[in-house]
């Protein structure tokens, strides 16, 4: 009876962990087709999501060095940009992906630890 209780638990245990997902962000060199495709050069935040999917992407354009975090709170997701050293007149494109656990709700998105609001939203 323990060996068949062990082996149930065990059973639920790894299902649970392979259907939850985990909060990640990194910025990518190679961005997919369909991302492409959607982005809006005239906008400087833009939040991307793929239907069906825990995966987003977020494009920021910025002057500066960007670096990123995630936190959350309650059923809020928030995406972390800090952007540093804006000596540089050039415009730089930075593409995130990120994954996100579908329970969260809400995203925000804070700019120097402001929250910011999102130029486009676009589900592809």
Known sequence: ????????????????????????????????????????????????????????????????????????EDDTLIIKLDVTNQQDNEIKQHVYKFTFDSNLDTINIHINGKPTTIDNVTGI
């Open 1 to 72: 009876m323990k060996k068949l209780l062990f082996l149930v638990l065990l059973t639920v245990f790894i299902l649970t962990a392979c259907n939850s997902s985990t909060l990640s962000i990194s910025e990518i060199e190679s961005v997919p087709e369909k991302v492409q495709k959607v982005i809006d050069e005239k906008n400087t935040l833009q939040l991307i999501n793929e239907v069906e999917k825990d995966v987003s992407y977020i494009v920021f354009r910025s002057k500066g060095t960007v670096t990123t975090g995630l936190e959350t």
